[in-house]
């Protein structure tokens, strides 16, 4: 006798089919998942644009990839550093409200061929002498939303993501406006072009760079300002150079640059402190004995050649670190004459914190220990590195034939 091969019903199999299907599908989507390069930026980009509508106060509608550069908007209600914190480059802060600050805050009065907003600031000069800072205390100055872009945030490893991202770049701006776009290290992502071998994908990304920066400068009216830093402006392409219409020198500090910059720190901690933070002779920059009549703050500046002023805040942490250090010295002191353990101390040991005053004394400890970045300044004084020709002198020559000439295109 055949014996019969009992077979499911038609709709068991019909759900086996689904499930393996959708088994396919889920492991498809974890897979996607899992080699989606820019699943943590999607993130947390889309928690950042969403604080940004928040914070706009309307609906902000971004793409894909505004998303992923809404991660570097920084709203000017949360930077931290004041055009009056920018110590020692009044010139140059004088001439930025001429030409950036003015124009965005009043785009109506700046319509015309000859008044008219500058589109492109380059900030160069040595490492550490407050480019960037300067850039932001533009933007909250201004009330400028602040866009920071960097070589990494738009060199993608997809083919044809970097042309997107460029592209996010300037249409984010637009909806932010007023906006900063700014291109910190200039030079590694808009560098000479055809150096090195470059990738023709490279080269493209650049190219179309410069072609949206164009469009934006055809179109009057519109709130958006691109601004560079580097330490290497002979390496950044000429082509870049000419768009950047505005180039400022940001050097190494002069003797009253760094007077200035000393001051304003000291202030601020003394502030910061109630009042109480930094003897008399320092605030009011009164001479002690032993000093010929110069200042105390003075004398700080005349032994700080070839510092930055990174360097000076660095200084002036040091300097700081010494009062905290004797503080807690007595606290251990006296926490072992009384038979308990330092490592046990608590806030209620402790008490309220009363600390001395900071001194000339504690900068002329610090002065043993705080060295400028030489190498930093003696690099950017050198010539070009990479099979540069150009000198510093030399490529002021050549930003004041570009200035000559006019803005141009590649």
Same mark, same amino acid.
């Given at each position: 006798?055949?014996?019969?091969?009992?077979?499911?019903?038609?709709?068991?199999?019909?759900?086996?089919?689904? %499930?393996?299907?959708?088994?396919?599908?889920?492991?498809?989507?974890?897979?996607?998942?899992?080699?989606?390069?820019?699943?943590?930026?999607?993130?947390?980009?889309?928690?950042?644009?969403?604080?940004?509508?928040?914070?706009?106060?309307?609906? *902000?509608?971004?793409?894909?990839?505004?998303?992923? +550069?809404?991660?570097?908007?920084?709203?000017?209600?949360?930077?931290?550093?004041?055009?009056?914190?920018?110590?020692?480059?009044?010139?140059?802060?004088?001439? +930025?409200?001429?030409?950036?600050?003015?124009?965005?805050?009043?785009?109506?009065?700046?319509?015309?061929? *000859?008044?008219?907003?500058?589109?492109?600031?380059?900030?160069?000069?040595?490492?550490?002498?407050?480019?960037?800072?300067?850039?932001?205390?533009?933007?909250?100055?201004?009330?400028?939303?602040? *866009?920071?872009?960097?070589?990494?945030?738009?060199?993608?490893?997809?083919?044809?993501?970097?042309?997107?991202?460029?592209?996010?770049?300037?249409?984010?701006?637009?909806?932010?406006?007023?906006?900063?776009?700014?291109?910190?290290?200039?030079?590694?992502?808009?560098?000479?072009?055809?150096?090195?071998?470059?990738?023709?994908?490279?080269?493209?990304?650049?190219?179309?760079?410069?072609? *949206?920066?164009?469009?934006?400068?055809?179109?009057?009216?519109?709130?958006?300002?691109?601004?560079?830093?580097?330490?290497?402006?002979?390496?950044?392409?000429?082509?870049?150079?000419?768009?950047?219409?505005?180039?400022?020198?940001?050097?190494?500090?002069?003797?009253?640059?760094?007077?200035?910059?000393?001051?304003?720190?000291?202030?601020?901690?003394?502030?910061?402190?109630?009042?109480?933070? %930094?003897?008399?002779?320092?605030?009011?920059?009164?001479?002690?004995?032993?000093?010929?009549?110069?200042?105390?703050?003075?004398?700080?500046?005349?032994?700080?050649?070839?510092?930055?002023?990174?360097?000076?805040?660095?200084?002036?942490?040091?300097?700081?670190?010494?009062?905290?250090?004797?503080?807690?010295?007595?606290?251990?002191?006296?926490?072992?004459?009384?038979?308990?353990?330092?490592?046990? +101390?608590?806030?209620?040991?402790?008490?309220?914190?009363?600390?001395?005053?900071?001194?000339?004394?504690?900068?002329?400890?610090?002065?043993?220990?705080?060295?400028?970045?030489?190498?930093?300044?003696?690099?950017?004084?050198?010539?070009?590195?990479?099979?540069?020709?150009?000198?510093?002198?030399?490529?002021?020559?050549?930003?004041?034939?570009?200035?000559?000439?006019?803005?141009?295109?590649?």
């Amino acid at each position: 006798m055949t014996s019969k091969v009992s077979r499911a019903p038609l709709w068991v199999e019909l759900v086996k089919q689904a %499930v393996a299907i959708g088994g396919l599908l889920l492991s498809l989507k974890i897979c996607m998942q899992y080699l989606d390069p820019y699943k943590e930026q999607r993130e947390k980009a889309k928690k950042r644009a969403a604080f940004l509508k928040k914070s706009l106060g309307k609906a *902000l509608e971004l793409d894909e990839f505004e998303q992923l +550069l809404a991660a570097n908007v920084i709203n000017p209600r949360h930077i931290d550093v004041t055009i009056e914190e920018v110590n020692g480059l009044d010139n140059i802060v004088q001439e +930025l409200e001429l030409k950036v600050l003015y124009p965005l805050q009043k785009p109506e009065l700046y319509c015309t061929t *000859l008044w008219k907003q500058a589109k492109g600031v380059l900030f160069y000069g040595p490492p550490g002498t407050g480019k960037t800072m300067l850039a932001k205390a533009l933007a909250k100055q201004s009330g400028c939303y602040f *866009l920071n872009i960097t070589a990494s945030s738009i060199m993608s490893k997809w083919l044809g993501d970097a042309s997107r991202l460029v592209r996010a770049v300037f249409t984010l701006a637009q909806k932010l406006q007023p906006c900063i776009i700014f291109i910190d290290e200039v030079d590694a992502m808009l560098g000479k072009r055809g150096m090195n071998q470059e990738h023709e994908a490279t080269l493209q990304v650049k190219t179309e760079f410069m072609q *949206l920066w164009d469009g934006m400068e055809s179109n009057r009216g519109q709130r958006v300002v691109v601004m560079g830093a580097t330490n290497r402006p002979w390496m950044v392409d000429e082509a870049v150079l000419r768009r950047f219409s505005t180039q400022y020198e940001i050097g190494l500090p002069t003797k009253t640059q760094r007077l200035a910059i000393l001051r304003g720190y000291l202030a601020r901690h003394h502030n910061e402190m109630g009042d109480q933070g %930094v003897s008399d002779e320092l605030m009011m920059d009164a001479p002690d004995t032993g000093t010929l009549g110069v200042g105390a703050v003075s004398w700080i500046a005349a032994n700080t050649e070839g510092f930055s002023g990174s360097d000076l805040v660095e200084l002036c942490s040091n300097a700081a670190q010494r009062v905290l250090s004797e503080y807690w010295t007595e606290q251990r002191q006296a926490a072992q004459s009384r038979g308990e353990e330092p490592s046990t +101390l608590t806030a209620a040991d402790v008490g309220e914190v009363r600390v001395r005053v900071l001194t000339k004394l504690d900068f002329e400890e610090a002065l043993k220990v705080t060295h400028p970045s030489v190498h930093k300044a003696e690099e950017y004084q050198a010539k070009g590195a990479s099979g540069s020709n150009l000198s510093v002198p030399e490529f002021l020559n050549l930003i004041m034939k570009m200035a000559a000439a006019g803005n141009g295109s590649s």
